[in-house]
């Protein structure tokens, strides 16, 4: 009884694209059909004639969405949790290199009609990097993320670690790691013996936004790491980042 319910549930959204794809086909082309009729006679108006493009091009553009979404959908729902692979020795924290992120997700995402490009943007912020990823699909629907990396050149401990091309070289990895984790919605981490995943600690960018607070608001990173009992920032959970951060406003407010 189970085994043709789980089929019934797996099929489902297959079904759902093949009947998105069916209308992507009936629709434009019956329109398309009307245009191409439009245009052999002489007195359809100009301007009658562009609307008629311009929804043709919405439809497609819908239909496309809807493809994306789809897709997007069944890929993330083959996904797992990618395994660290190396460690930060600034910040004393295990990460998944890009390669190994890279290394499960493609043959998933390639399979699902995706394709990813990776760009570079001007940013709002001083000293850093727009990182902008463009997110295509098979259907004809294009999506793009970005995400401002800081490009500086300081170390976790606040002191000048690279070069100028450097820093801009370690912004644009850190943000296209951090991109595709984000877009495919990606867990890193270890799993314990008992099949149960350990306490996550803070990310990397968790651990550059807290620094930030500490730096704008004059805060030693000593001072604070005795408050949270740790030894670095890379030691404190994932699940108190919101408690530092009200700590941290706080305690500007109370001065």
């Known amino acids: 009884m189970n085994a043709p319910a789980t089929a019934v549930v797996e099929a489902a959204p ?14 434009p082309n019956s329109l398309l059909q009307v245009i191409e009729r439009a245009a052999r006679d002489p007195s359809v108006d100009i301007v009658k004639m562009e609307r008629l493009i311009e929804l043709q091009r919405q439809i497609h553009d819908r239909e496309a969405e809807s493809l994306f979404n789809i897709a997007m959908a069944e890929a993330q729902g083959e996904i797992t949790r990618v395994k660290a692979d190396a460690e930060n020795n600034q910040t004393h924290s295990r990460y998944a290199t890009y390669a190994q992120i890279d290394r499960a997700l493609r043959p998933i995402y390639t399979k699902h009609g995706f394709a990813l490009s990776f760009d570079e943007a001007d940013s709002p912020k ?4 727009r990182v902008i990823c463009h997110v295509s ?7 793009t993320y970005h995400t401002d990396m800081p490009a500086d050149g300081k170390g976790a401990k606040g002191g000048d670690v690279m070069t100028k091309t450097h820093a801009a070289g370690s912004a644009k990895a850190y943000g296209m790691r951090y991109l595709v984790r984000g877009i495919f919605n990606v867990a890193v981490g270890e799993d ?4 149960n995943g350990a306490e996550d600690t803070l990310s990397e960018e ?9 730096e704008e608001r004059g805060f030693s990173l000593a001072s604070f790491l005795k408050w949270g009992k740790a030894s670095s920032l890379a030691e404190i959970p994932a699940a108190n980042y919101l408690t530092c951060v009200q700590a941290i406003k706080a305690r500007g407010q109370a001065r």
């Open 14 to 27: 297959r079904r759902r694209a093949k009947a998105v794809a069916t209308r992507k086909e009936q629709a």
């Open 126 to 129: 001083p000293e850093h990097i």
């Open 137 to 143: 699909h098979r259907g004809g629907f294009t999506r």
């Open 192 to 195: 314990d013996n008992d099949g």
């Open 206 to 214: 968790q651990q550059v936004n807290l620094k930030a607070m500490l």
